[in-house]
């Protein structure tokens, strides 16, 4: 790899990392190829990136995007986004499925570092669309109790 081309990965990497507000990275050591495109692949589809990177260039691109220092060591594969509760399902989904091969290390959330406990919390909260379900659930319950109540009140008129 030449030197322009670190420097093209380090600016794409910093850009990626300035706009996401959620960054997990994990250890892959041992996991098959088929196994990373199957988390690719689900992380696609709820917008999610997934790349294994170059420590340095890591570091770098991490530093330029002004985020707080942390070591990277081994194999790591670096997981990011918009929505840190997808995120957190994914990655943590796929963390119990192949628990041997893909561990958890760190993450930073709103450019704040986290550890495993943090994204594993996370992962547990409802996501956004079941929370504006539940939303739109206490919203729209006065409604239907007054349509049951006349309803009721209806039935009951016809029965006298």
């Known amino acids: 790899m030449t030197k322009q081309e670190k420097v093209e990965i380090v600016e794409f990497l910093k850009s990626e990392f300035n706009q996401s507000n959620a960054i997990i990275v994990c ?10 495109e199957d988390l690719r692949d689900k ?11 170059k420590n340095k260039l ?3 691109a991490m ?7 942390n070591q990277l060591k081994d194999t790591n594969i670096f997981i990011w986004g918009e929505d840190q509760i997808a995120l957190s399902k994914v990655v943590c ?3 119990s499925d192949n628990k041997d091969q893909f561990t958890l290390k760190f993450g930073y959330f709103d450019k704040e570092l986290v550890d495993v ?6 992962s547990k909260l409802p996501s956004k669309d079941e929370l504006i379900g539940m939303l739109l659930s206490v919203w729209t319950a006065p409604a239907r109790y007054f349509v049951t109540g006349l309803d009721n009140l209806r039935k009951q008129r016809e029965e006298q």
């Not at 992380?43 to 990177?53: H, M």
């Open 93 to 95: 989904k796929f963390a």
């Open 117 to 122: 406990k943090h994204i594993e919390t996370i």
């Open 58 to 60: 890591a570091k770098i």
């Open 43 to 53: 992380s696609r589809a709820l917008g999610v990136k997934v790349q294994i990177i």
């Open 27 to 36: 250890d892959y050591k041992g996991i098959k190829t088929k196994q990373l």
């Open 63 to 69: 530093n330029e995007a002004g985020l707080p220092n």
